[in-house]
């Protein structure tokens, strides 16, 4: 019903910066929180930064300070502007969105996208 397409990821040296975007399509009446999580091989996935749909951030160490995420509602989607990038970033970069699928059923679901890859060199 609800699909995320991340788009933006790939190899990047030490200190420089990528745009990760996420758009949100499907049968969407709302969507609440939108974030990024990532991945790095052999880890647990993790938090990086939400932001809510009045653009309330959140943000989690290391992220601040490096990156930033944004959102346009109006094109249901999130970016996630990351600098200074650093090889302990390197990661799979998952977003996603709390949806309403429609206004007969309130309930509130997370939606994920397939992940996109993010490899920074030293």
């Known amino acids: 019903q609800v699909q995320l397409v991340e788009s933006g990821g790939g190899l990047v040296q030490a200190g420089g910066s990528l745009r990760l975007s996420c758009a949100a399509s499907?049968?969407?009446?709302?969507?609440?929180?939108m974030g990024w999580y990532r991945q790095a091989p052999g880890k647990e996935r993790d938090l990086v930064a939400t932001?809510?749909?009045?653009?309330?951030?959140n943000y989690v160490d290391p992220a601040k300070g490096r990156f930033t995420i944004s959102r346009d509602n109006a094109k249901n989607t999130v970016y996630l502007q990351m600098q200074s990038l650093k090889p302990e970033d390197t990661a799979v970069y998952y977003c996603?969105?709390?949806?309403?699928?429609?206004?007969?059923?309130?309930?509130?679901?997370?939606?994920w996208g397939q992940g996109t890859q993010v490899t920074v060199s030293s």
């Open positions: 996603t969105a709390d949806v309403i699928t429609t206004a007969l059923d309130l309930r509130i679901r997370k939606y």
């Open positions: 932001i809510e749909h009045d653009g309330s951030l």
């Open positions: 499907g049968t969407i009446f709302g969507i609440y929180t």
